[in-house]
């Protein structure tokens, strides 16, 4: 870059997907309460929520301290390929296909992993309880995670992804960026008028809801885009969104779904 410092790819999608997190979580932080739009009153925020903020944000350092190291790791080893990658220049077609089969490849690891540590009792005890601290969640809590499931469930998880759809490191920065905001915006608490993903994904802040409610911690383990593997597997828990007397509103599970 002439007159400016240089920064690789393999830099960016490194370190642009932990920025965007931060930026994007800021940003609901900066909006406020939204008493209108939110899925869970302030108060239920601040009461059945069992760990302090300041234990989520180190918690949240710490994973992407682990994801920053793994990242750079798996790009120094993929590097020849990545340079030959470089010099082809990938159409649509061919990065659409990418961006598709990555997502498919998170999606598939992350909802067999996040079922086999609800089943597993000693998994969940010690390792996954640590995000449902979090009953009710908001947006800078997205990847708060105990380390352990951090890197299995989200380094690892995008590791493959990025292996497997044979993407460059370039695509991969706008890749992980974009599965950083939908992780976060899954988990910002709100159900906003106008929200893409609420638009194009069944998979949303208030799919993600119900997961967190004690009813729906056998259900709804699809993460972060899609909702296929759950219907597929019969733990799809389809829900209604109700208004919520005083403001804001109420992801409410099918009364045959709570009954099972």
């Known amino acids: 870059m002439k007159g400016g410092i240089e920064v690789s790819d393999e830099l960016l999608g490194t370190f642009a997907p932990i920025a965007v997190y931060w930026i994007y979580s800021g940003i609901y932080v900066l909006l406020g ?16 929520n069992l760990v ?15 994801q920053a190291v793994v990242a750079s790791l798996l790009f120094a080893v993929t590097g020849s390929d990545n340079e030959a990658a470089q010099g082809q220049h990938a159409s649509l077609i061919v990065l659409a296909r990418q961006l598709f089969v990555a997502m ?18 000693f ?15 908001y947006a800078f809590g997205a990847l708060y995670n105990h ?13 493959l992804a990025f292996l497997l759809s044979g993407m460059s490191p370039r695509a991969s920065i706008f890749f992980f960026s974009f599965a950083t905001i939908k992780t ?10 106008g929200n893409l993903f609420h638009i194009f994904f069944g998979n949303n802040s208030a799919y993600h809801d119900i997961h967190h409610q004690l009813y729906g911690t056998k259900y709804n383990f699809s993460q972060p885009f899609f909702v296929t593997w ?15 007397t005083g403001g804001g509103f109420e992801a409410r599970p099918t009364k045959e779904c709570k009954e099972n």
């Open 33 to 48: 309460s939204l008493d209108n739009y939110r899925l869970h009153t302030k108060k239920d925020e601040d009461e059945k």
């Open 52 to 66: 302090s903020k300041k234990d989520v944000i180190k918690g949240v350092l710490l994973q992407q301290a682990v």
């Open 104 to 121: 498919v490849v998170l999606d598939t690891w992350q909802y067999f992993m996040h079922r086999y540590m609800h089943h597993n009792k």
């Open 123 to 137: 998994l969940y005890r010690h390792v996954h309880s640590q995000h449902h601290r979090l009953v009710v969640p």
């Open 147 to 159: 380390p352990l499931e951090g890197l299995i469930l989200d380094t690892v998880g995008g590791a």
């Open 184 to 193: 976060v915006d899954d988990h910002c608490g709100l159900w906003l008028p």
């Open 230 to 244: 759950d219907r597929i597997l019969g733990t799809y828990m389809p829900y209604s969104l109700e208004k919520r």
